[in-house]
C-alpha cells in the first residue's frame, strides 16, 4: 500500500499524453537515489508493477534505498546509526516497567478497594486513555521548562563527546570507558522518553498483576500457609 501510494504520486510516473492518445513511456531509473539503474519501456500500469518486484527483490537483499534527510547516505546504513539508541531506549522502558508496574500492581492487589487502589485505577485509566505524544509534551513542559529538573530531549549535552563506540549504548559505552560524568548525562537524557514508552504498558502490567495476586489470594494453598504462621510479607512474596 505505501509503495503504490509513493509511486503513483510520483510525479517522474506521469503518463505522457499526447492529442488524448496514452503514450508508452521510457522510465530512467535514477543509479544514485534508486537502486535499479536500467531503462524500461513499458506501459503505466505494466510499469508500476515491474518496479514493484525490483522494490522487493531490494527489500529481500536490504537495500533500502538513499534517505533524503541524511544527505543521500544508504537507508540501511541509518537504521543500523539509530538502532543501539533504539534499543537502549527499549531496555530503560522495560526496567521502569518492571520497577514500577510490577510494585504498585502489587499494592493495589493488598490494599484492594482502598485509597492506594483507586489511585492505581486512576493511574491505569489514564495510562490506556491519554495519547503518549501529549504525554510527552506535558512531561516536556512540566520537567523542562518549568522546573529544569530533565533535559529536553537528545542521548548527550550538545558540549559532551559520546564514549568510544563499543556496543552503540551511551550508558554502557560509557561505563566500560570509566566515564561516569557520561553515564550520569545518558541516564539522565533516557529518563523522559522511557518514562513516555513505558506509560501504556505501566498500566497493562500493573492490572495484571493485580488480576493475578487476587485470583491467588483466595487460593487453598494461600490460606494453609496463613494458618500455618507465615507472615503475610512472606506469603505474598
Not at 26 to 37: G, I, Q, R
Not at 157 to 178: E, F, K, N, W
Request: proline share 4%.
Amino acid at each position: 500500500y505505501t509503495y503504490f501510494n509513493q509511486d503513483f504520486l510520483n510525479l517522474e510516473s506521469i503518463v505522457e499524453i499526447d492529442n488524448g492518445v496514452k503514450k508508452e513511456i521510457s522510465y530512467e531509473y535514477n543509479e544514485k537515489l534508486l537502486t535499479f539503474p536500467k531503462t524500461i519501456t513499458t506501459k503505466c500500469g505494466e510499469q508500476s508493477i515491474i518496479k514493484y518486484f525490483y522494490y522487493v527483490n531490494d527489500l529481500l537483499h536490504f537495500n533500502l534505498g538513499m534517505s533524503a534527510s541524511e544527505g543521500g547516505r544508504p537507508v540501511a546504513t541509518a537504521l543500523a546509526d539509530y538502532f543501539p539508541a533504539t534499543v537502549e531506549l527499549t531496555i530503560a522502558a522495560m526496567m521502569l516497567i518492571l520497577l514500577i508496574g510490577v510494585p504498585i500492581g502489587i499494592i493495589s492487589a493488598i490494599r484492594k478497594d482502598c485509597i492506594e487502589d483507586h489511585m492505581v485505577r486512576i493511574l491505569s485509566l489514564c495510562g490506556v486513555s491519554v495519547p503518549i505524544f501529549w504525554f510527552a509534551l506535558i512531561l516536556q513542559y512540566i520537567f523542562y521548562l518549568k522546573l529544569g529538573w530533565l533535559p529536553l530531549g537528545g542521548r548527550l549535552p550538545v558540549t559532551m563527546m559520546p564514549p568510544v563506540h563499543v556496543t552503540g549504548l551511551y550508558t554502557i559505552d560509557s561505563l566500560l570507558a570509566g566515564q561516569h560524568d557520561t553515564f550520569v548525562h545518558a541516564a539522565i537524557h533516557l529518563i523522559l522518553p522511557a518514562l513516555c514508552l513505558a506509560f501504556s504498558s505501566l498500566a497493562v502490567v500493573s492490572r495484571l498483576i493485580r488480576s493475578s495476586m487476587l485470583e491467588v489470594m483466595v487460593q487453598d494453598f494461600i490460606r494453609t500457609a496463613r494458618a500455618k504462621g507465615l507472615s503475610e510479607g512472606i506469603v505474598i512474596l
